[in-house]
């Protein structure tokens, strides 16, 4: 049977190359999104600028989430967890250790230009790449040493420049020039301060941000097993090896993790959608071949021996596939990385890891998968007596079975769940999470249901179809309600790209649309007043009001939290949006009308909250709560204000001076400007404008585009989702052809007959090309029917509204390319058929 599953291959080009695209392409995706997934769970971020530390010693930013029972869920702080001085003596202490540094780590940036850069102290310098190349190290307070790559052209020891940093610009006296030793591997560019100007200009003077310990010729792993004795009780972690990285970069420990969530969702995505591509395929290469194994049943062969045929050239291709992944998956794995990484969606500093377990997962998925579709295809060919196979070879009409009814059923039952989970619990964003996968379910019901759907669809579209085409439309009709099951297995891949594309597409364009109006409905601010580097001084409020044209500033930074006491049920590992606000002005410069309390209020220790979010606490104004901010601390706040919140955007107020102090500048990240009536928002942002000429650092933007920027951003974020979608709308528009020429191929002997029979080769193509047409519009349909499933509860919950947001130009995109891609694929092998003589093409 080996032998002859080989003959059978190479007389079958067309299935066997189809069938090897569909299981290489889907084994390349998949094995992709398992790369993405395995270097989310490494998080491998090698050192630069602390290479030379043997240890370091950073905050732990680990949190577990008040609950009860056992699995307790963890979260990733928000903030850097910054140490205290007397820690690095602690360190120092600690037998082996020869050498330990506590690193000061601050946003600066060089004026004019005002790239911001990462600066430190000098004292932490001998453990870096970098070495002086020309001057001294800075000794008091006012000097510094710049990186060679951010001098300004010109800078020679003894100049002074400006720097931003800490929300003020001062002048420095450059001291020396410093360059990273070696090539490859460089850390990012950097400012080293004198020690006394580290400490003043961090967020937190007499805390650091890590500790550098060097200790050679001594165990490292036992090292760090004391010196995380020696820190007992405090809230650090003790990193060696390439996890010294996150230290450098803090982000990449919060981008690990959703790195994961981003590779589990389209990787599930990925793994349903190469199933259903690879069954579908093999599947109907197996279902044309009836006749074949029938008549081998008929001249002796057992159902053992074409078991083992469809099982043995089922293997052989999918091994040749399998091979061929080895190389594809890693170049796409790498790929789809790389434009992670341009996106700022993953740092830089991250190494890409791809190893044998996403390529044995990939293989040994769409093996089974494979083998599955093959011997389901061929199971009733194979099962039933040679002449009632023979008989069913001409036109195969039974399809319905327990499990395939049973499976449709409990598919469209998790549909249907989702999307009302989607549109009656969830709200704003977090209702992506369920409206993805309810596409899905509903393609996979659906599809089951296939050809009863089919025959359905069939009959309510023959009249428009035969009043528009004539004789060719009624014959096109006749021979897709003919063939329900074999036409249901072409309409679903066309189904499955129409479903995926419209859902997924909309999904983001609803997404981003939603993100956008509840950021410029929240803001009343006409100007927003930032820093190059650090955040915005304080006392550069009053200035602001004090000008003319102004009617309300107030400071704002933003972080994220989780209240504790009383506990959230509703809170997940992402915590709760915390609003740091000015109580002076807050009410005119953002959209917070409280129906309870006043705003005037928000001052020390308070807090005020989202309507929401009250009930499910049963807090009111007068009444507490625990908060755990972004760098760990915890604190209790009195409620001042009750106020209606969009819902899905909540964010709970505290005074700006409170939550400030534990956000990574300690400083508030900019101002929020309204103007005057009668004040134009040019003339304010004019007069803001001179105002920050005279604080270099300094940029005012305007409301259009303090929202453009916000817009940029979003749809940055959302691009990797459009990204992987057009992957797999691709993969399953390569089924779509795949399935419609092995169809086509197969009733190569139909058209024979025809032609025989009188008809003209026009006749034959016009009715071919209908019979295209009305597929791709069933396909089409059942497409639009799976993503309106999760659409319509999914805009319910984002805006309101029952219809999804975005341009109806993808809509008839998709459907532009659903019908045309059938199209072409139906008339390129009809065509090519026609050529081969009548009696001929009978013949086969």
Known sequence: MGKLARRSLRHRTATFTATFLALLLGATIVMACGGLMETGIRNNTPPRRLAGADLVVTGDR????????????????????????????????????????????????????????????WDSAALTPYTLATGT???????????????????????RIRIAAHGTAGTYRVTGLARPAGGGGAPEPTLFFSTADADRLSARPGAVADIAATAPGTDVTALRGKIAAALHGRPVTVLAGDDRGAAEHPEVIEGGSSLIALAGAFGGLAVATAAFVVGGTVGLAAQQRHRELALLRAIGATRRQLRRLVLGET?????????????????????????????????????????WIPAVTAAGALLLTAVAGGLLGAWRAIRIRPTEALGEAAGRQRWASAPRLILAALFLAGAAALALV???????????????????????????LGPALTKALTVLLQWPVRLLAGTAGRFAVLNCRARAVRTAAVATP???ASGIATGMLYLQTTS?????????????????????????????????????????????????????????????????????????????????????????????????????????????VGDSLRLRLGDGATVDVRVVAVFPARAGYESVLTPVGLLALHTL?????????????????????????ALAADHPGLTVTGRDGVADGHARDTRTQASINYLITGMLVAYTALSVVNTTVISVRDRRRELGLQRLTGATRGQVLRMMSVEAVLVAAIGVILGTVAAATALVPFALAATGGFLPTGPWAIYGVTVAGAVSLTLVSTVMPVWAALRVRPVAAAAV
């Open 62 to 121: 680990s949190y577990t989430l008040p609950g009860d029972g056992k699995h307790k869920r963890k979260a990733v702080l928000a903030e850097r967890v910054e140490l205290d001085a007397a820690d690095v003596d602690t360190v120092r202490a600690v037998p082996g250790v020869r050498t330990a540094v506590g690193e000061r780590t601050f946003d600066a940036a060089v004026l004019p230009a005002g790239d911001r850069v990462q600066a430190h102290g």
């Open 137 to 159: 190290a800075p000794a008091r307070g006012g000097d510094v040493v710049l990186d060679a790559r951010l001098a300004p052209a010109g800078t020679t020891v003894g100049d």
């Open 315 to 355: 293997l052989l291709i999918t091994v040749l596939a399998a091979a061929g992944t080895w190389f594809t998956g890693p170049l796409a794995g790498r790929w789809l990385f790389d434009r992670l990484v341009g996106f700022g969606t993953v740092n830089e500093t991250v190494e890409f890891s791809q190893g």
């Open 422 to 448: 989607t549109a009656l619990v969830l709200r704003g964003p977090v209702a992506a999470s369920t409206a993805g996968p309810t596409v899905i379910c509903a393609t996979l019901g659906l599809a089951l």
């Open 494 to 496: 066309v189904m499955l």
């Open 512 to 620: 981003v649309d939603a993100s956008e109006r509840a950021f410029t409905d929240g803001l009343r601010a006409d100007a927003v007043i930032t820093s190059a580097a650090g955040g915005v001084d304080p006392a550069l409020l009053d200035r602001v009001r004090a000008l003319p044209g102004v009617a309300a500033a107030t400071a704002y930074v933003t972080s994220t939290g989780y209240v504790e006491h009383p506990r959230d049920t509703d809170q997940d590992k992402h915590g709760t949006a915390l609003q740091g606000v000015s109580a002076d002005g807050a009410d005119r410069t953002l959209a917070v009308e409280p129906s309870a309390g006043t705003l005037t209020a928000l001052r020390g220790t308070t807090a005020a909250l989202p309507e929401a979010t009250a009930r499910r606490l049963h807090r009111g």
């Open 665 to 689: 500048h300690g400083l508030p990240a900019r101002i929020l400007v309204r103007a005057a009536d009668g004040t134009a928002p040019d003339r304010l942002t004019a007069a803001l404008g």
